[in-house]
C-alpha cells in the first residue's frame, strides 16, 4: 500500500523554525515528485514546495509558492524516501496543517498529486 506519513508539526513561536518530514513506501520513490501543502479551515488547500525526482528527467530544481520563499527549503533523501520541508522565520499566517503528496510532476496544484499523506498541525504564535 502506499503510504506518506508527515511528521513534525508542532507549536513554534513566530520568528521560530520547525523541519517536517515525509516518509514515503509502497512506491518507486526516485520516480515521483513530492509536494507539500498546507490548509486552514475554510480555504483551500494551498501548495507549498514541491520537488522532482532523480528519475524524472527534469533538473529536480525545487519549486516554492511565493509566501514562502527565502524562508522554506523542500530537499530529499531518496535512500530514506524521505522528503523534508525546513521551515525558517516562521509567521502566524503559516500556520495551518501540512500536507505531503506524491506525484508524477512537481507542481503546486493539487491536481498535480495521486497520493495523500495525512496532515500534520504546524500553529505559529504571534
Known amino acids: 500500500d502506499v503510504q506518506l506519513q508527515a511528521s513534525g508539526g508542532g507549536l513554534v513561536q513566530a520568528g521560530g523554525s520547525l523541519r517536517l518530514s515525509c516518509a514515503a513506501s509502497?512506491?518507486?520513490?526516485?520516480?515521483?515528485?513530492i509536494g507539500w501543502f498546507r490548509q486552514v479551515p475554510g480555504k483551500e488547500r494551498e501548495g507549498v514546495a514541491c520537488?522532482?525526482?532523480?528519475?524524472?528527467?527534469?533538473?529536480?530544481?525545487?519549486t516554492y509558492a511565493d509566501s514562502v520563499k527565502g524562508r522554506f527549503i523542500i530537499s530529499t533523501d531518496n535512500a530514506r524516501n524521505t522528503v523534508w520541508l525546513q521551515m525558517n522565520t516562521l509567521k502566524p499566517e503559516d500556520t495551518a496543517v501540512y500536507y505531503c503528496?506524491?506525484?508524477?510532476?512537481?507542481?503546486?496544484?493539487?491536481?498535480?498529486?495521486?497520493?495523500w499523506g495525512q496532515g500534520t498541525q504546524v500553529t505559529v504564535s504571534s
Open positions: 520537488i522532482s525526482s532523480s528519475e524524472s528527467g527534469s533538473d529536480g530544481r525545487p
Open positions: 509502497g512506491f518507486t520513490f526516485e520516480y515521483y515528485a
Open positions: 503528496a506524491a506525484g508524477r510532476l512537481c507542481g503546486l496544484a493539487t491536481w498535480y498529486y495521486d497520493f
